[in-house]
């Protein structure tokens, strides 16, 4: 459990910037506080980002604009969201815990943290997805997913371009609602395919190996081997690292067939 001495609810992004700038160290950005809750913080000032409007989800400028404060729950619910990517984003949360939960987590809090079991990361890396942060701007989230995490900025949205790809989503789970042995996430548009592999159980990473082979026609099956071969897999409490690869080997393979069956996306 955390304690706030402080509980703030800033009117514009760049009053929460100058808020957590004053002391970061003793400061927290709040999501659905689901993960904050779980440790045991103290925190001098907790700076609630609930009436800045962030918890929409929209079409602008040939992108799904996703606000941090959107909820995992809406990303199941809401229509311009199940209607696109092969309904993946709503997927790949819904074995997260309960619906209770789900309607406090947010996709800041899930997406800032860069969890290396995060399901909604890997499926956000298999789509040409960016992610808009307060201080340093807008850029790709494989870019930001390959930095060294500091709580020193505030996540505002993440975006995906409304581009139609095809897409889909595997796990494996030891029982249902626990975090996921690994996470894979597929999508095609053409022939441009792009294979994501998360709870490795580092961070999500691309399997580029995996998507040329897709590229170059030469089958799921093969897919797989290849994103098996080119990534690295750890052990923890829920699965060694020998069995992780050949899951993913499985699901890349899996996941690529269902992309394959549901077109191009063109
Ligand atoms: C019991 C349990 C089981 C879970 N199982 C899974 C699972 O199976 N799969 C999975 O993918 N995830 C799982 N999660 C993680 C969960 O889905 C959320 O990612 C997590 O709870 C964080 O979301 P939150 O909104 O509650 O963030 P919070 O707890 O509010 O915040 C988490 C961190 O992010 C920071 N933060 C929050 N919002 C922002 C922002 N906009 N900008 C910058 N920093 C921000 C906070 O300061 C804090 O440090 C689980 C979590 C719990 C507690």
């Not at 400028?61 to 995992?72: E, N, Q």
């Not at 860069?114 to 960016?130: I, K, P, Q, V, Y």
């Not at 996921?180 to 159980?201: E, F, H, I, K, M």
Request: proline share 3%; hydrophobic share 40%.
């Amino acid at each position: 459990m955390y304690t706030i001495k402080s509980y703030l609810f800033p009117e514009h992004l760049e009053e929460a910037y100058e808020l957590l700038c004053r002391d970061p160290k003793n400061s927290a950005v709040l999501g659905g506080c689901c993960w904050l809750k779980m440790g045991r913080r103290r925190i001098r000032t907790a700076i609630d980002l609930t009436r800045l409007g962030l918890d929409q989800v929209e079409l602008r400028d040939g992108y799904v604009d996703i606000g941090a404060c959107v909820t995992l729950r809406q990303l199941e619910t809401d229509p311009l969201l199940t209607g696109r990517f092969g309904g993946i984003l709503g997927r790949s949360v819904e074995q997260i815990v309960g619906i209770q939960f789900r309607n406090s987590a947010t996709v800041g809090g899930s997406v800032y943290s860069r969890f290396g079991f995060s399901d909604l990361t890997a499926a956000l890396l298999a789509l040409d997805t960016r992610v808009v942060l307060y201080q340093a701007g807008e850029l790709p989230l494989e870019e930001f997913l390959s930095q060294p995490l500091k709580f020193d900025d505030i996540l505002v949205k993440v975006r995906i371009r409304d581009d139609g790809r095809t897409a889909a989503y595997e796990s494996v789970r030891r029982t249902s609602t626990d975090f996921p042995v690994l996470a894979v996430a597929v999508s095609r548009l053409g022939d441009d395919w792009r294979v994501s592999v998360g709870a490795r159980p580092a961070r999500a990473a691309r399997a580029r190996a995996a998507e040329a082979c897709l590229a170059r026609g030469e089958g799921a099956q093969a897919a797989g081997a290849a994103a098996a071969g080119e990534l690295s897999f750890g052990s923890n409490l829920r699965a060694g690292g020998a069995y992780r690869r050949k899951l993913a080997q499985t699901l890349v393979s899996r996941g690529a067939k269902a992309c394959m069956e549901g077109g191009d996306g063109q």
